[in-house]
């Protein structure tokens, strides 16, 4: 009997709406809750099992913990049960980010909820500053690994190099690299478990016209809405420039949501004027206060975009359309990927270069979170932030003048707290929203 037949799908149902409701504390905190409930506590996956779908999921693009739990519930109960378990992992906290969406844009204007951003802004700056530490820790083996971090951040921050091309352009570096150089990002991680790859070797034989049908399927889920707006509302809509631009970024999303949101800020502040800054980082501090992926915050930041353009809806019909078109196009694909290339990903685990090319990308993503730091901060602490341009050069420039001393003090206590006594995420924003409080009124 296979662990797949040995799992009863309602006992497993339960458990993954039980993770999806208890998933706060951004991917490290839900890949440890998955592993106890999972690994330790139900004894449904082994240890090896377990680690092998963490490194394909930390392959591919998207929000690394959801598509964990969709290749968990697919290795117990094939394709009903990466649904389940995909669909139940982030569904609460869509629940969540829709009301707090719905409340911030009513509610936004008051001065009680402002006092509350404006300490949350200063948590979210030290949160950031703090993942981009820990994944450098991580990831920064080699001087090559800090050549690639420095490079993308120079791209982005003094070129304006679109996020997409900067993903692409480490990639390329890295597949090119290893040739040349095979331990150029250091040595090669050992082998896996042979036979690991999921709890039911049937799957792992598919033929090659049912991988054929997987992917028509899949990406007829996830971009026929996309080209039924298209040809119902043409290309300038607010639901078709949101159905397409979140579509490009589910595809660059490698290293998470701190990797892909300067990106998706500059645009969706400066391109396409769904927002502004600040609000951007309000709706980072929201993301993280929700149960599911940080990603969610890209369901904000829809919601904000139809609900100030001119859908046709009344606007807060038009938010809530334009959350559920973001939600959808940054989700589904996540479930094709996992569909599509879990039952190859022994075969994908051993192909060298294409792990020099991961490789490569993860360490752009440093420089990616580097160059989002610095443009939250710049936004946190300074009123008036100006854009100028130097030949093909450039640079954000804040008017000192503009300096809000409070707004510095929060965020250095915020980085204190969370550097150097290990402060938890919701404690932190907690106190920093109480202390904005303090600060606006008293």
């Given at each position: 009997m296979t662990v797949a037949s040995s799992v009863p799908f309602r006992e497993a149902f339960r458990v993954w709406v039980k993770i999806g409701l208890?998933?706060?504390?951004?991917?490290?905190?839900?890949?440890?809750?998955?592993?106890r409930i999972l690994v330790e506590?139900?004894?449904w996956l082994s240890e090896p099992q377990f680690l092998h779908a963490l490194n394909f999921c930390m392959l591919l693009p998207g929000p690394e913990?959801?598509?964990l739990a969709t290749y968990s519930g697919w290795l117990l109960h094939g394709v009903r049960g990466g649904l389940a378990a995909g669909l139940m992992f982030i569904l609460p906290g869509v629940a969540v980010m829709l009301a707090l969406s719905v409340l911030y844009a009513a509610y936004a204007e008051l001065a009680f909820v402002e006092a509350l951003f404006f300490g949350i802004k200063a948590?979210?700056?030290?949160?950031?500053?703090?993942?981009?530490i820990r994944i450098s820790k991580r990831v920064m083996k080699t001087g090559a690994l800090y050549a690639v971090a420095a490079a993308a951040f120079a791209a982005?921050?003094?070129?304006?190099?679109?996020f997409p091309v900067v993903v692409l352009g480490a990639a390329l570096f890295g597949f090119a690299a290893v040739r040349v150089s095979p331990s150029v990002f250091g040595e090669a991680l050992p082998a896996e478990e042979k036979g690991t790859a999921n709890g039911n070797g049937v799957r792992a034989g598919r033929s090659f016209l049912r991988m054929i049908a997987t992917l028509v399927i899949g990406l007829t889920v996830w971009l026929g809405p996309v080209a039924a707006l298209l040809l119902a509302f043409g290309a300038s809509h607010v639901f078709t420039q949101e159905a397409v631009f979140f579509s490009k970024m589910a595809v660059v999303t490698f290293g998470g949501a701190y990797a892909v949101l300067a990106y998706v800020a500059q645009e969706a502040v400066q391109n396409f004027g769904w927002l502004n800054a600040g609000e951007m980082l309000d709706g980072l501090g929201l993301a993280e206060t929700t149960p599911g992926p940080l990603i969610m915050?890209?369901?904000?930041?829809?919601?904000?975009g139809a609900y100030r353009g001119e859908t046709g809806l009344d606007p807060m019909a038009g938010g809530i359309a334009?959350?559920?078109?973001?939600?959808w196009v940054t989700f589904a694909p996540c479930f094709l990927w996992i569909f599509l290339g879990a039952p190859y990903v022994e075969r994908l685990r051993n192909v060298k270069s294409l792990n020099a090319a991961f490789t490569a990308i993860t360490a752009a993503v440093v420089g990616v979170?580097?160059?989002?730091?610095v443009w939250f901060g710049l936004h946190v602490l300074f009123g008036e932030v100006a854009e100028t341009r130097f030949a093909i050069f450039r640079l954000f420039v804040p008017n000192v003048a503009t300096l809000d001393p409070w707004a510095l003090a929060l965020s250095v206590a915020a980085v204190v707290a969370v550097l150097r006594f290990k402060a938890g995420m919701l404690p932190v924003l907690g106190v920093a929203a109480v202390l904005g409080l303090a600060i606006r009124f008293l």
């Open positions: 208890l998933s706060f504390g951004g991917p490290a905190g839900q890949i440890a809750l998955m592993h506590e139900k004894k913990a959801q598509q948590a979210v700056f030290a949160i950031v500053i703090e993942a981009l982005i921050f003094f070129l304006d190099v679109p915050v890209l369901q904000f930041v829809g919601f904000l334009g959350a559920a078109i973001t939600t979170i580097a160059n989002l730091a």
